[in-house]
């Protein structure tokens, strides 16, 4: 048996990346996977490869999860298709621009929050009532150690992903105070192989090189590889966390031990 047999999941940002990694992953342990993205060939052909090996574990939704209408239909959708949602995997995002107080712009800072942070709000919101009905449920959302770690460049992403942090965390105690089997977590990256760090791998020239200057700041020395989050998801999505709620979860190398 797999460790997710008769979970039925909602992932946003599932396209590439981590949100692709985690549909593969979870699909092998035996879930359904309904995997969003705004980039609606690229996560039709995901759904596709995933369903190759797992046939009929996974459901393909174009999805701008900065539309409540858009996330009211394929919230919808996926539950038809899956017959119910019982795990919320809120991990679409981006990075934004290197920008500091001085240099950041309205637009982009709106952008970054909309995308990387109220986007978990409004979905979770209308995510609740899915859940309520396929308990226990689980809800992770992909924060990032910038969440708990600031930078003078990285303004947007360090208040969004924190806000991520501390909604999690109220979402949690809600839904424990309201005798919900809902636990709420989140999980907090370091520099790992996906399209988000590009920008700062290619200011040194070569891909390699930048992976190379990341992996020199983390403890372990290396960057982290997209299934080094992913276990850490199946664990949250499991019913072997189910004691476990508004945690936050490092997968860091080490880097937030100092």
């Given amino acids: 048996m797999g460790r997710l047999d008769g979970k039925k999941a909602f992932i946003t940002g599932g396209a590439q990346g981590l949100g692709r990694c985690f549909a593969e992953m979870f699909a092998a342990e035996g879930a359904s996977v309904a995997i969003t993205d705004v980039q609606g060939d690229a996560v039709q052909n995901t759904a596709e490869e995933i ?30 298709a899956m017959g119910g949602i019982s795990v919320l995997v809120n991990n679409a995002g981006i990075g934004g621009a290197l920008a500091n107080i001085e240099t950041e ?4 800072y709106r952008k970054v929050m909309d995308i990387d942070l109220d986007a978990i709000f409004v979905g979770t919101q209308l995510a609740m ?13 992909i924060s990032s150690i910038a969440g708990v770690r600031a930078d ?5 992403y360090n208040v969004a992903k924190a806000g991520v942090r501390m909604i999690s965390k109220s979402i949690a105690l809600h839904c ?17 192989r ?3 760090i590009e920008p700062m791998t290619l200011m040194t020239g070569s891909q390699e090189d930048g992976e190379a200057k990341l992996a020199r ?4 020395k290396r960057i982290g590889e997209p299934s080094d989050i992913g276990y850490m998801a199946i664990y949250l999505a499991s019913d072997e966390s189910k004691f476990i709620t508004g945690g936050e979860f490092m997968a860091d190398g080490g880097m937030t031990a100092r």
């Fill in 194 to 196: 996906t399209a988000i």
């Fill in 129 to 141: 009532p899915y859940l309520k009905d396929n308990q226990p449920g689980s809800i992770i959302n």
């Fill in 217 to 220: 700041q983390i403890p372990m």
């Fill in 152 to 156: 003078g460049n990285f303004l947007s």
């Fill in 176 to 192: 424990a105070r309201a005798g919900y089997q809902i636990t709420c977590n989140s999980i907090h990256p370091v520099f790992t």
């Fill in 51 to 80: 369903n190759q090996k797992h046939p009929g574990k996974a459901f393909a939704f174009t999805h701008d999860v900065t539309s409540k209408e858009e996330w009211e239909t394929s919230l919808a959708g996926a539950a038809d």
């Fill in 105 to 108: 712009t309205w637009e982009m």
